[in-house]
């Protein structure tokens, strides 16, 4: 394993995309990369995230909208964006794109939202697979990378089975992308981030909440004292998130390493949910 080189400038305005960028992670990362050096086209689904990314005066920072994983065309057509705005630029290809956006729902597999959780995995799983696939024509002559952002808790653990049950499929997608690209250098890499402090992560407890009180109540008393003690532990673990400017950094890193390495971890417990799962 080769050590990164952290914070190295970047070339100047290698092309970055990334998903999700109107909150939390995605959009930390998006106002980190733009004001280190690369051009960051940012994913974003409604025209008031664009307008307030566009309201930062950022000249490298350009919103790809709307970009929804869930919409095949969408996803046609930003690429098409990117690849215009980097002849725009004379750029060579796409350096890289950072596979972000999604949210989850926590409930007892017994009571999952299906329609949520189809929605889950076609964002996280066959809509970033997608994006990747269309992607992959222009990253490919920048020599570039893809980077997945994604929980490293690869466990089964109560009540957040459709989150992890996407970041089972990721990492399975993850590790076989890389042997398939090597031939083309391009490296896929997991930033396995932990308790972040982000909208999505400050959710859960009220998510419960809503989730006792809107659950079919002959099945929801059977899960309400877990639940409960389950909120209560994720309330102290709330307290303990970390900003997301950490996790913008970490793929800064990821980005400016010349070898970057296969998997960093960032955030609160990402380091023993690591060792957890290669214990187990
Ligand atoms: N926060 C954590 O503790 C944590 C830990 C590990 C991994 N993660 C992962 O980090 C990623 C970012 O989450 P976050 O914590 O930064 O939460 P966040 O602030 O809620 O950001 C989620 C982003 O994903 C976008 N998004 C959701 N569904 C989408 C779709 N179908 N198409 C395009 N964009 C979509 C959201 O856009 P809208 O504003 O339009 O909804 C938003 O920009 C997620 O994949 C999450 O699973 C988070």
């Given at each position: 394993m080769t050590a990164a080189i952290p914070n190295r400038n970047p070339v100047k305005g290698s092309a970055v995309l990334i998903t999700g960028c109107s909150s939390?992670?995605?959009?930390?990362?998006?106002?980190?990369?733009?004001?280190?050096?690369?051009?960051v086209l940012a994913g974003v689904r409604r025209d008031a995230?664009?307008?307030?990314?566009?309201?930062?005066?950022?000249?490298?920072?350009?919103?790809?909208?709307?970009?929804?994983?869930?919409?095949?065309?969408?996803?046609?057509?930003?690429v098409e964006f990117v690849a215009d705005e980097l002849r725009r630029r004379k750029l060579a290809g796409l350096f890289a794109l950072v596979n972000?956006?999604?949210?989850?729902?926590?409930?007892?597999?017994?009571?999952?939202?299906?329609?949520?959780f189809s929605t889950e995995l076609r964002t996280r799983v066959l809509g970033s697979v997608d994006l990747v696939q269309q992607c992959l024509p222009l990253i490919r002559p920048a020599r570039g990378?893809?980077?997945?952002?994604?929980?490293?808790a690869l466990m089964p653990t109560p009540f957040v089975a459709s989150i992890h049950a996407c970041d089972f499929a990721v990492d399975c997608i993850v590790r076989t992308?890389?042997?398939?690209?090597?031939?083309?250098?391009?490296?896929?890499?997991?930033?396995?981030?932990?308790?972040?402090?982000?909208?999505?992560g400050l959710r859960t407890t009220g998510d419960v909440e809503t989730l006792l009180k809107q659950g079919p109540p002959e099945r929801i008393g059977l899960y309400v004292d877990?639940?409960?003690?389950?909120?209560r532990e994720m309330a102290e673990f709330d307290r303990n998130r970390t900003d997301p400017a950490k996790v913008a950094e970490k793929v800064c890193t990821a980005l400016s390493a010349e070898r970057p390495k296969r998997r960093y971890?960032?955030?609160?417990?990402a380091h023993a949910a690591r060792l957890l799962y290669t214990t187990s």
């Open positions: 939390g992670i995605g959009r930390e990362s998006a106002l980190l990369l733009a004001r280190r050096g690369f051009t995230d664009a307008d307030a990314l566009r309201s930062l005066n950022l000249p490298d920072l350009v919103p790809v909208c709307p970009l929804d994983l869930t919409n095949h065309e969408h996803i046609t057509a930003a972000n956006a999604g949210g989850g729902q926590p409930a007892p597999v017994e009571l999952l939202d299906l329609e949520r990378r893809i980077l997945w952002i994604m929980t490293p992308l890389d042997i398939e690209l090597k031939p083309w250098g391009v490296p896929n890499v997991r930033i396995n981030c932990g308790g972040i402090r982000t909208p999505a877990a639940l409960r003690r389950w909120a971890s960032v955030g609160y417990m």
